[in-house]
């Protein structure tokens, strides 16, 4: 039987606000283990709870980013469930009236577009952490309750592995330019569970779905869902029924497990909270809100082809996330050309980011010293492989290029009479070479630059090199 794949996705996003959603508790990743916690965030008695005004800010940038509708009112509800990491015993949520709704996001798949439609985009709190592995019991943190989240919920209209990974890069590339979230997954602060169900190819009606959870790295996303269809496909070909369950990824062993029945909506008893009032965003909010929306990385990409004539490749890494593209940027408004701007950022600056892990603008290159050291080798002062050093020397030493440049002598020699005296010496050193050559064997003009090149110990211009063992050797 031919059987379609249906996915959905439900993508959690930590929000990049200093306190949580309802209280005035640090939200910082990384704290000792219980100590941005209160009676809000532990749901005492007497405790209430108090909407961060920049939290929904945020919420609405990515409403506006992924198209969705900015609802005027919205309500908060909680959602019910026991679990030893829900203190209060409930959620506090949105459910039948959320604050951004009816959305898309564009996707490639191959070469392939198509739009992934949005359901919802909608508010909520963060519950706390379990930690299994440290005692015999396991142990409760509550620095994370209560830190703000935004939900998406796609349609199931994805129908591969590959358009799932897609669909969530192209939400995480808009989320890190919204700057509203750091999108790790590895942290916890971008977390993705998956509706799975596959049906005869060309039936409307939906298959029985199952929900696969703990999909904690962007690649193991695609990985688990592969494997989720494979195994409901097995279980339809051997006659047997899907069941709608919860499903753990292991990334150990490359499979989902059971974790329990599926719920419904209904067995987490929703009901708005009622110690909130409805959410209400007037026609000026909104509108201030969209006014702040940066410029977002598809605009960016097609920008950065069409304006610096750079390829599709080049500008796909540049525009990947915001500070790459704004650091390239500036490199240009420093006066760099963009096509070698491109070049060096794509390697020297993405290697020294990665080889200390941070971002561009924490180097010690900076835009405008990437386009000094530039400006060094487009007027022929240093050669380029010279360059490559002089940028590690910045970075190490926090210092101008131009003085590197003098101070460890590395400036080109360019001045023909000295370059032709130690051609000629390196021409008179090697005649049986040179015979060679003047027999067909033209290959052996690397040879005689790699020599000289070697006698000025790096320095000498290449081009003025390879000019004149060509004039000498005839």
Known sequence: MDLEPVIGLEIHAQLLTKSKIFCGCAAKFGAPPNTHGCPVCLGLPGALPVLNRRVVEMAMLAGFA????????????????FYPDLPKGYQISQYDMPLCEN??????????????RITRVHLEEDAGKLVHDQDEDSLFDVNRCGTPLIEIVTEPDIRSPAEAYACLMAIKRILDY????DCTMEEGSLRCDANVSVRPRGREKLGTKTEVKNMNSF?????????????QRDVIDAGGVIEQQT???NPDTNRTVPMRTKEEAHDYRYFPDPDLVPLVVDEQWRERVRSILPELP???YQRFIEEYGLTTEHGAILSETRVVAEYFEACIQAGTQPKPAATWVMGEVLRAT????????????TPTRLAALLKLVEKGTISAQV???????????????????????????????ALRQTVEKVLNDNPEAVKRYLGGEKKLLGFFVGRTMKATKGNGNPKEINKIVGELLG
Do not use: M
């Open 298 to 300: 598809a605009h960016r």
């Open 219 to 231: 690649r193991g996303v695609e990985k688990a869902l592969s494997y989720e269809l494979e195994r």
């Open 178 to 181: 919204l700057q509203v979230c």
């Open 66 to 81: 992924l198209d969705c509708t900015i609802n005027k009112q919205s309500i908060f509800a909680r959602k019910n469930y």
């Open 247 to 249: 499903y753990l990824w």
């Open 103 to 116: 959305g898309r996001v564009a996707i490639d798949v191959a070469g392939e577009s198509k739009e992934v």
């Open 387 to 417: 360059a490559k050093k002089v940028f590690d020397a910045v970075e190490e030493s926090d210092r101008e290029p131009e003085e590197i440049v003098k101070e460890r002598g590395l400036a080109q020699i360019s001045d023909t009479g």
């Open 354 to 365: 990665k080889e200390k892990h941070v971002a561009p603008s924490s180097l010690h290159v």
